[in-house]
């Protein structure tokens, strides 16, 4: 029996017309028939998201402060949702009194912050499934307790425990035709609420579509398909159709935003295929990420550009020959809870590429310091400002004139390489710029691999 | 007043035609006072080096094996030299009566090999002060007791203790015109015969240089200069005039050998000049190595490599969100006594370049099980055969281009590229290739930095 599980984003379930669209793509496959929905997103630029309006509530509420404009702006949101689909009445009073009873509970705060936040999601799928009844769907919610979506017990952060699979594997055999679930949190086996990290109704579908064996998971959002670079640097860049979740990962991970970065994990490993689709363009293919793929003439798949990074550099004369030198200055970071990306060495030197925002002056001076006096550097300096660009593409270790092509565009964009990483990862090349030349790099690496 | 350091290497001391070489330079600039000589060295292709002869003797004495053929070619080859430079038969008694009664000592084998090795040093040493004398020159053998070359009592592996410097300095008031040293050895505190590690004689050019704070520090061995690449692998290389320390340190480590790695640190921690010279041409400038230098338009400076090293590859999903990672892999390695080089590392991989001489197959399997189960690692192997290219100069890193021109040589000589390490250093640039590669991917980069 061929499943699929389609993931709905926040622009996809904003109002009632993008529900009426997202209804009109469940019909369109009797395959779908797990529905995963986010809490009502953006409806043009200067919106509000449901779920933050929903954490100033649960915050005004708890400092004692004016919260009730809070809850007239969401029973108003979901009001007009409810209104405009047809639905009766009941709907909006039930998920009022939901909205009380939970804000003013007596939970500790942080348990009760995750139940409010909760709510997006959950309100939300009990009127898309409500209206899928009232055009003749044979469709339900289902709780993620009756799905059976159990989770470590960290609020803001759950990660799901393994018991949770075979539970969601039963689900096959539900009567309904449709199953609507919502995103972004679990419950704890003590029977607590418990959110995802935020993007997390992308783990949700993840979860279940690896539970389910779906066939396919599809992650329905507000875009064509990945693109191979930023569209905020290069105007209508080339559409990717298919990657591996490798270069996935690897396109993610610097600057890549469609995905909360590690939300597809659960699906990754079952190795269950994910196709990203735009909901307001469901006839477009989308991209597709799968775990294999055949090898491609132009084996570059997307340039992926992130800034916010710095340099630690050590330098110390003879330190190649210190045994146990990086050990002790990843001991020294370690210590400060300072993780590092990279780490470029030389025979006497030693450079730890980090992500700024882990660091404070403080933190700075005294992670140098240490350096300095633990281990003798000769050299301890932060340069701050870096970009790293990424190049992606499976089998670029091994195809002969990708670093030709990079440098050669770079240079001819005027831009400095600071720094060049090839060869540790099979399926990406790394180079570390000035980030006030990012712009400039990406246009002409675009220009050398994608318009040539 | 200016003050010389000239060292003679094997080469320029291998017979008395060398020698009479030799003495003219030494009288042909009087601020050559300090002149450090090796034992007698090869004087074509397929000859013996003194020490090698005194090893050979050290080791079939203390076998109770056959050694007189070995005292007999060691005593004629002195012979030779004094008999050719015309120096009194009762040297040359001296020199096996020396000989004869340091290996007969009741000392410990490693000390007893030590003050062998030695003899090779010391003997040429009173050989050429002596010549020296007999052709008027103010000269006295000076034996490194005497000039106060106190070292650390690690037999065949000495270090030269601070207190040297000071006694050395004295020796600038010396009555004589010129003091031969014995270069390779020292003496302990207690009072022993400690060699350095082979090649040692630079190391004691370097001591003597940095302790009467020479001017210059002369290296005089059998080539002009050092070359911009290996002349074994480019015909008729360009010569290097003058290099920096730093850039003279990158290019040693991957395959120049002129010098003995680290023998010059001595020199360089006090910013003493080094000229690198050849005595059997000693009108040409050589090469010349300083601590800084004017910035050149072509900034490469010279293109080194090396074979035998290998790549530990180690990938594991998520591997960037693990502190601690990176520091747990480099105890393995440490634990097991294995340094490293370079460690390029993506998200959730890293390598970690080695020595491969380093390895055998059982620490090789022992290694990868190791990081298999402490580190639970998806990926461990290793992959052997690897070159390494250093593309080196001052202002490498800030000088837009020099990535471009090195992947665009490799690339057109059809050299995949394993790995590229640009940015830790700031002198150089690093590749790996395959090995069998070596040669097309040097004469390529040869031709496009030095030939255009």
Same mark, same amino acid.
């Given at each position: 029996?061929?499943?699929?599980?389609?993931?709905?984003?926040?622009?996809?379930?904003?109002?009632?017309?993008?529900?009426?669209?997202?209804?009109?793509?469940?019909?369109?496959?009797?395959?779908?028939?797990?529905?995963?929905?986010?809490?009502?997103?953006?409806?043009?630029?200067?919106?509000?998201?449901?779920?933050?309006?929903?954490?100033?509530?649960?915050?005004?509420?708890?400092?004692?402060?004016?919260?009730?404009?809070?809850?007239?702006?969401?029973?108003?949101?979901?009001?007009?949702?409810?209104?405009?689909?047809?639905?009766?009445?009941?709907?909006?009073?039930?998920?009022?009194?939901?909205?009380?009873?939970?804000?003013?509970?007596?939970?500790?705060?942080?348990?009760?912050?995750?139940?409010?936040?909760?709510?997006?999601?959950?309100?939300?799928?009990?009127?898309?499934?409500?209206?899928?009844?009232?055009?003749?769907?044979?469709?339900?919610?289902?709780?993620?307790?009756?799905?059976?979506?159990?989770?470590?017990?960290?609020?803001?952060?759950?990660?799901?425990?393994?018991?949770?699979?075979?539970?969601?594997?039963?689900?096959?055999?539900?009567?309904?035709?449709?199953?609507?679930?919502?995103?972004?949190?679990?419950?704890?086996?003590?029977?607590?609420?418990?959110?995802?990290?935020?993007?997390?109704?992308?783990?949700?579908?993840?979860?279940?579509?690896?539970?389910?064996?779906?066939?396919?998971?599809?992650?329905?959002?507000?875009?064509?398909?990945?693109?191979?670079?930023?569209?905020?640097?290069?105007?209508?860049?080339?559409?990717?159709?298919?990657?591996?979740?490798?270069?996935? #990962?690897?396109?993610?991970?610097?600057?890549?935003?469609?995905?909360?970065?590690?939300?597809?994990?659960?699906?990754?490993?079952?190795?269950?295929?994910?196709?990203?689709?735009?909901? %307001?363009?469901?006839?477009?293919?989308?991209?597709?990420?799968?775990?294999?793929?055949?090898?491609?003439?132009?084996?570059?798949?997307?340039?992926?550009?992130?800034?916010?990074?710095?340099?630690?550099?050590?330098?110390?004369?003879?330190? %190649? #020959?210190?045994?146990?030198?990086? #050990?002790?200055?990843?001991?020294?970071?370690?210590?400060?809870?300072?993780?590092?990306?990279?780490?470029?060495?030389?025979?006497?030197?030693?450079?730890?590429?980090?992500?700024?925002?882990?660091?404070?002056?403080?933190?700075?001076?005294?992670?140098?310091?240490?350096?300095?006096?633990?281990?003798?550097?000769?050299?301890?300096?932060?340069?701050? %400002?870096?970009?790293?660009?990424?190049?992606?593409?499976?089998?670029?270790?091994?195809?002969?004139?990708?670093?030709?092509?990079?440098?050669?565009?770079?240079?001819?964009?005027?831009? %400095?390489?600071?720094?060049?990483?090839?060869?540790?990862?099979?399926?990406?090349?790394?180079?570390?710029?000035?980030?006030?030349?990012?712009?400039?790099?990406?246009?002409?690496?675009?220009?050398?691999?994608?318009?040539?």
């Amino acid at each position: 029996m061929s499943v699929k599980v389609a993931k709905f984003g926040g622009s996809s379930v904003a109002d009632a017309k993008q529900i009426k669209k997202i209804s009109t793509i469940i019909l369109d496959d009797p395959t779908r028939k797990f529905v995963i929905v986010s809490a009502p997103g953006k409806r043009h630029e200067n919106d509000f998201k449901m779920t933050d309006i929903l954490i100033l509530l649960a915050e005004t509420y708890n400092n004692q402060d004016v919260f009730e404009n809070y809850l007239d702006i969401i029973i108003k949101r979901f009001s007009e949702i409810i209104t405009d689909l047809n639905l009766p009445s009941t709907l909006i009073h039930e998920i009022k009194d939901t909205i009380i009873s939970t804000i003013s509970s007596d939970l500790p705060y942080v348990r009760k912050l995750d139940a409010i936040k909760a709510l997006g999601e959950d309100c939300n799928a009990k009127v898309i499934s409500t209206y899928l009844e009232s055009i003749g769907v044979n469709a339900t919610y289902m709780n993620p307790k009756d799905a059976g979506i159990v989770v470590s017990n960290e609020p803001g952060n759950a990660q799901i425990l393994q018991e949770s699979f075979q539970s969601l594997y039963e689900l096959r055999e539900h009567h309904c035709d449709v199953l609507v679930i919502p995103g972004f949190f679990g419950y704890s086996k003590e029977g607590h609420i418990v959110t995802f990290s935020r993007g997390g109704s992308d783990i949700t579908g993840a979860i279940v579509a690896a539970g389910v064996q779906a066939n396919l998971y599809e992650n329905f959002t507000d875009v064509d398909s990945v693109f191979t670079v930023n569209p905020n640097i290069v105007n209508n860049p080339k559409e990717i159709k298919t990657l591996t979740y490798k270069e996935m #990962r690897e396109l993610s991970y610097a600057g890549f935003s469609v995905f909360h970065d590690e939300a597809l994990i659960p699906a990754f490993r079952r190795s269950i295929p994910v196709a990203i689709k735009n909901t %307001n363009n469901p006839s477009l293919p989308g991209t597709l990420v799968v775990s294999e793929k055949q090898k491609q003439e132009n084996c570059v798949v997307g340039i992926a550009s992130d800034t916010g990074f710095c340099t630690l550099y050590v330098g110390k004369y003879l330190m %190649n #020959r210190e045994l146990g030198f990086g #050990r002790k200055l990843f001991h020294i970071l370690e210590n400060e809870s300072v993780s590092f990306e990279h780490t470029p060495s030389g025979i006497d030197d030693m450079s730890v590429i980090i992500r700024e925002h882990q660091l404070t002056p403080e933190k700075e001076a005294k992670i140098m310091k240490k350096i300095k006096e633990e281990l003798k550097a000769d050299t301890v300096s932060i340069h701050h %400002n870096l970009a790293i660009i990424m190049i992606v593409g499976e089998g670029i270790m091994n195809t002969i004139g990708i670093a030709k092509k990079a440098t050669t565009a770079l240079t001819d964009a005027g831009v %400095n390489i600071n720094m060049i990483n090839q060869g540790s990862s099979d399926v990406s090349m790394m180079f570390g710029i000035n980030a006030e030349d990012i712009d400039s790099a990406i246009q002409s690496l675009y220009h050398e691999f994608f318009e040539n």
